[in-house]
């Protein structure tokens, strides 16, 4: 059986299918049951696509600051 942090663990290599057929095959099988897990694939399936087709964001220094500031606390 495989579980919703196994397909988390897995999920770029069946994005990129370099998972074994058996390996694919049960994540598939666990995805198409677990609406959390469906729904956490589709959004990152939308973030690769959104990141490889629209341009850079740039973001003005002050908020780039603020947002380093936040991510370092998080470290």
Not at 3 to 28: F, G, N
């Amino acid at each position: 059986m495989t579980s919703c942090r196994e397909v988390a663990r897995h999920v770029q290599e069946q994005l990129d299918h370099q998972l074994s057929r058996s390996a694919y095959r049960q994540i598939k099988q666990h995805i198409e049951r677990c609406p959390n897990c469906t729904a956490y694939l589709d959004s990152l399936k939308k973030t690769v696509y959104l990141y490889r087709h629209e341009p850079d964001p740039r973001l003005p220094s002050r908020t780039r600051r603020k947002l380093y500031a936040v991510l370092h606390l998080h470290d």
